[in-house]
């Protein structure tokens, strides 16, 4: 399997522009994790998908921000509008169960000026 | 509230110097500890998984311990390619992940 797949690896924008961020999970895994990870604060988790359908995301710092999973093989993560405190690398995970070690893609690197 | 700290933050070592990285936590109704390593650029790759107090796990130079209230990452003779950051995090009673901030390795050769 090619792991989890993420893109773009890097995206730099302006403030106030809508940033989509996507996510193709190991085949066969149920469960999907969104995360940033910056300096500050490490690596935290926005929200967490079973089986295509939202279970937490009480970790989703604002309205701001949206999350999708329409298949089970695709979910995306927006931010619109974006601001430069959302600056950070953006990484999606994925698990057979929840209980499983999750798997992280390699990450997006979002940059707002 | 949960919480995982990791000392050192940052870790110097020469090649075949061996040494141990520290994992300390609070949790509400721990559901495994988990170590993950961290090139940069990179998503962290999981290395392993502690569920009770007392087990321990390997995998070549990297020997995983848990106990109560904290973990260790032993490094057995290190290389130059260990250098990483090493990464813990605990799930807590509601299924959350809880990432620690890591310990930067650098082993020099």
């Known amino acids: 399997d090619a792991g989890v797949i993420q893109s773009p690896r890097h995206e730099v924008t302006e403030m106030g522009q809508e940033v989509t961020l996507r996510c193709k999970p190991i085949?066969?895994?149920?469960?999907l994790f969104w995360y940033r990870q910056t300096m500050m604060r490490g690596l935290e988790l926005l929200i967490y998908?079973?089986?295509?359908?939202?279970?937490?995301d009480s970790g989703m710092p604002e309205d701001r921000f949206s999350a999708k999973m329409p298949n089970a093989s695709f979910s995306t993560l927006k931010i619109q509008p974006s601001e430069p405190r959302d600056s950070a690398v953006y990484f999606c995970?994925?698990?057979?169960?929840?209980?499983?070690?999750?798997?992280f893609g390699p990450g997006t690197r979002l940059t707002v000026t | 509230e949960d919480q995982v700290t990791q000392s050192p933050e940052a870790l110097r070592l020469q090649e075949g110097e061996s040494s141990s990285l520290n994992c300390s936590y609070t949790?509400?109704?721990?559901?495994?500890l988990f170590w993950y390593r961290q090139d940069p650029g990179k998503g962290p790759e999981f290395l392993f998984t502690l569920y009770s107090a007392g087990e321990e796990k390997e995998k070549e130079r990297l020997k995983a311990t848990l106990t109560k209230k904290e973990s260790f990452l032993h490094i057995t003779a290190p290389k130059p390619e260990d250098s990483a950051t090493y990464l813990c995090?605990?799930?807590?009673?509601?299924?959350?992940?809880?990432f620690g901030q890591g310990t930067e390795l650098s082993v020099k050769p």
């Open positions: 995970a994925s698990s057979w169960t929840h209980a499983a070690e999750q798997y």
């Open positions: 949790v509400s109704g721990l559901r495994g």
């Open positions: 085949s066969g895994h149920d469960y």
């Open positions: 998908f079973n089986n295509n359908v939202p279970i937490d």
């Open positions: 995090a605990v799930r807590n009673q509601g299924g959350k992940l809880i």
